[in-house]
């Protein structure tokens, strides 16, 4: 039920914020099954990176946010000891799940 409020939060911010196209992508390195979910959508401000899972936090863009999703993700992750990690690329949101810390 963790994982699927998870997955649910990610799914909810991308559906919100991308443009055209959402990319789920399930992978292993050997040692650990790595969730992918990428979005098309605008980058994060450079001065909101350090925040996207803080509790509240809402950035420039407010409407329909709490600023919860992403602080529950973060929560799960940190109890479930599960990887999470975020990252803009190619011009892309990165949400990168793992089995293990990252």
């Given at each position: 039920?963790?994982?699927?409020?998870?997955?649910?939060?990610?799914?909810?911010?991308?559906?919100?914020?991308?443009?055209?196209?959402?990319?789920?992508?399930?992978?292993?390195?050997?040692?650990?099954?790595?969730?992918?979910?990428?979005?098309?959508?605008?980058?994060?401000?450079?001065?909101?990176?350090?925040?996207?899972?803080?509790?509240?936090?809402?950035?420039?863009?407010?409407?329909?946010?709490?600023?919860?999703?992403?602080?529950?993700?973060?929560?799960?992750?940190?109890?479930?000891?599960?990887?999470?990690?975020y990252y803009?690329?190619?011009?892309?949101?990165?949400?990168?799940?793992?089995?293990?810390?990252?």
């Amino acid at each position: 039920e963790l994982l699927k409020r998870v997955i649910q939060n990610i799914l909810s911010n991308c559906l919100r914020y991308a443009d055209h196209e959402i990319l789920i992508r399930m992978s292993t390195d050997g040692n650990s099954l790595i969730l992918l979910i990428q979005d098309d959508g605008p980058g994060f401000p450079e001065k909101d990176l350090p925040h996207i899972f803080e509790r509240f936090y809402q950035g420039t863009k407010k409407e329909g946010s709490t600023g919860l999703g992403l602080a529950i993700v973060d929560s799960i992750c940190r109890l479930q000891n599960i990887g999470l990690k975020y990252y803009f690329q190619n011009g892309e949101h990165c949400f990168e799940i793992s089995e293990e810390q990252i």
